[in-house]
């Protein structure tokens, strides 16, 4: 009796989707670490590696202003650091490590903990001397006044002939 079509072996080539996995593998650990592909010592997978902080940041603008929003869970106003040069906002900090210890369990704690330095250009529009900061449960909030009669946007340049 013929084998048909739906009962033969399937196969597949072995280098192809292998390389494939490989290649995705690698960049996964250059990106985040071996902590992605390795499993800690409890067991579990951890998402993020020593020293990886990332502040997430907010920007939106109105007619009168640009605010910056950053969310900086779990820090002090002492621990951030805002300055102003050459056109360029930049905010930096460090979130220092808390280690927390147990006698008879074991317990998973995972913190973002790290430097981290990000620097954000300010528009002509906006008044650099009259720019404030406020840090409320966690977030920073920088307020860029826009200057008088500065308004957002792009308009239609006429192109003469």
Known sequence: MADTKENLPV???PGLFDDFRKEMDSMVERFFGNSMTTASKTGF???M????????????????????????????????????SDGMLTLKGEKTVSHESR????????????S????FPIPDRVDQDA?????????????????PG????????KIGG
């Open 49 to 84: 590696t020593e020293g990886a902080v990332r502040p997430a940041i907010d920007i939106t603008e109105n007619d009168a202003a640009i605010t910056l929003a950053a969310e900086l869970p779990g820090m002090a106003e002492e621990e951030v650091d805002l300055t102003i």
């Open 103 to 114: 006698q008879d369990q074991s317990v998973v704690l995972e913190r973002n903990y790290g």
């Open 11 to 13: 196969t597949r080539s």
């Open 45 to 47: 997978p951890s998402l």
């Open 116 to 119: 981290f330095l990000r620097s």
């Open 131 to 147: 720019i404030d900061a406020r840090f409320e449960k966690g977030v920073l909030k920088v307020t860029m006044p826009k200057k």
């Open 150 to 157: 500065q308004q957002a946007g792009e308009r239609k340049i």
